[in-house]
């Protein structure tokens, strides 16, 4: 893997990566605890509809893509708290859509050839250095408002009551949430592909929930799993000339099997009855 660092493209490929490790480390966090994945997959496959719609009205790529992304996560959220019951079905239908307007959208675009497995694997092997410094905005911008919100945040995780008698604007705080997703998604997505992000997105938070005390330790061990991931990933693909968005994918994959046969043969008993202890939030933000 050293000898691979003497190539420009490798070297953006392991920073794309180990950025989308930290961004997705700290968003799938909040993802898996607060039981959204389904939301976030339909995020993700959602944005198909902007970039079809961006690509057929000339439309800025992001601009066009985020804010149709927002307009959708904006429905499925309303869905998610007015029809509980009916939530899975609806995203699932959102989903669909989204995903079937920008195929034909983009089928319509005249005089426009378009790659659409490298939206689902991502080109992270042609990452441009706009790109990196993009990805590390959206990071550092993360990780301020998760540090300043952590404490509403951490109550709404796990005891909404909670935070309302603490005087956390929950809805507000649930919206602020899922547009942070919906905005972290599609800017990451066209650098590491769809399929990735929904992996770095769960595989880590899932596997590390077990064994963390803390949402803290949670983000941090998620954000280091997929760093993980990464370098293996990439090793991988550099190794045996694979592509390298599938390569972190099949090795996040066979973790998190090697996770549930742990579970299953219960070789770390105790680690379950773990959970995260919630703090007071702050009580300025009545």
Same mark, same amino acid.
């Given at each position: 893997m050293i000898e691979a660092l003497q190539f420009e493209f490798m070297r953006h490929a392991l920073i794309a990566g180990l950025l989308a490790s930290v961004i997705c480390g700290i968003m799938g966090t909040l993802v898996v605890v607060n039981?959204?994945?389904?939301?976030?997959?339909?995020?993700?496959?959602?944005?198909?509809?902007?970039?079809? $719609?961006?690509?057929?009205?000339?439309?800025?790529y992001l601009l066009g893509t985020i804010g149709f992304s927002?307009?959708?996560?904006?429905?499925?959220?309303l869905v998610?708290?007015?029809?509980?019951?009916?939530?899975?079905t609806i995203i699932?239908?959102?989903?669909?859509?989204?995903?079937? $307007?920008?195929?034909?959208?983009?089928? $319509?675009t005249p005089g426009y050839n378009v790659d659409l497995m490298s939206y689902l694997f991502g080109s992270i092997l042609t990452?441009?250095?706009?790109?990196l410094w993009i990805m590390g905005g959206i990071a550092i911008i993360n990780i301020l408002i998760v540090g300043y919100y952590y404490n509403d945040l951490l109550a709404l995780s796990y005891d909404e009551e909670f935070a309302q008698i603490r005087g956390v604007p929950v809805r507000g705080l649930y919206f602020t949430l899922i547009a942070m997703l919906a905005v972290t998604i599609v800017m990451v997505i066209q650098v590491v592909g769809l399929i990735l992000v929904i992996a770095l997105l769960?595989?880590?938070p899932f596997i590390v929930e077990k064994y963390a005390k803390s949402l803290a330790q949670m983000m941090v061990g998620s954000s280091l799993l997929g760093a993980v991931f990464t370098v293996a990933g990439l090793w991988l693909s550099y190794t045996y000339d694979l592509t390298?968005?599938?390569?972190?994918i099949?090795?996040?994959?066979?973790a998190f099997l090697a996770s549930l046969l742990i579970d299953r043969l219960n070789l770390f008993p105790g680690v379950k009855s773990r959970s995260v202890t919630v703090v007071p939030a702050r009580t300025d933000t009545k």
């Amino acid at each position: 893997m050293i000898e691979a660092l003497q190539f420009e493209f490798m070297r953006h490929a392991l920073i794309a990566g180990l950025l989308a490790s930290v961004i997705c480390g700290i968003m799938g966090t909040l993802v898996v605890v607060n039981r959204i994945v389904l939301l976030s997959g339909g995020i993700a496959h959602a944005a198909y509809g902007g970039i079809g $719609l961006s690509l057929y009205f000339g439309w800025p790529y992001l601009l066009g893509t985020i804010g149709f992304s927002l307009f959708v996560v904006l429905v499925m959220a309303l869905v998610s708290i007015k029809a509980k019951h009916r939530t899975d079905t609806i995203i699932g239908v959102i989903w669909a859509l989204g995903m079937a $307007l920008g195929i034909i959208l983009i089928d $319509l675009t005249p005089g426009y050839n378009v790659d659409l497995m490298s939206y689902l694997f991502g080109s992270i092997l042609t990452v441009p250095d706009s790109d990196l410094w993009i990805m590390g905005g959206i990071a550092i911008i993360n990780i301020l408002i998760v540090g300043y919100y952590y404490n509403d945040l951490l109550a709404l995780s796990y005891d909404e009551e909670f935070a309302q008698i603490r005087g956390v604007p929950v809805r507000g705080l649930y919206f602020t949430l899922i547009a942070m997703l919906a905005v972290t998604i599609v800017m990451v997505i066209q650098v590491v592909g769809l399929i990735l992000v929904i992996a770095l997105l769960t595989i880590p938070p899932f596997i590390v929930e077990k064994y963390a005390k803390s949402l803290a330790q949670m983000m941090v061990g998620s954000s280091l799993l997929g760093a993980v991931f990464t370098v293996a990933g990439l090793w991988l693909s550099y190794t045996y000339d694979l592509t390298s968005g599938a390569a972190i994918i099949l090795i996040a994959g066979i973790a998190f099997l090697a996770s549930l046969l742990i579970d299953r043969l219960n070789l770390f008993p105790g680690v379950k009855s773990r959970s995260v202890t919630v703090v007071p939030a702050r009580t300025d933000t009545k």
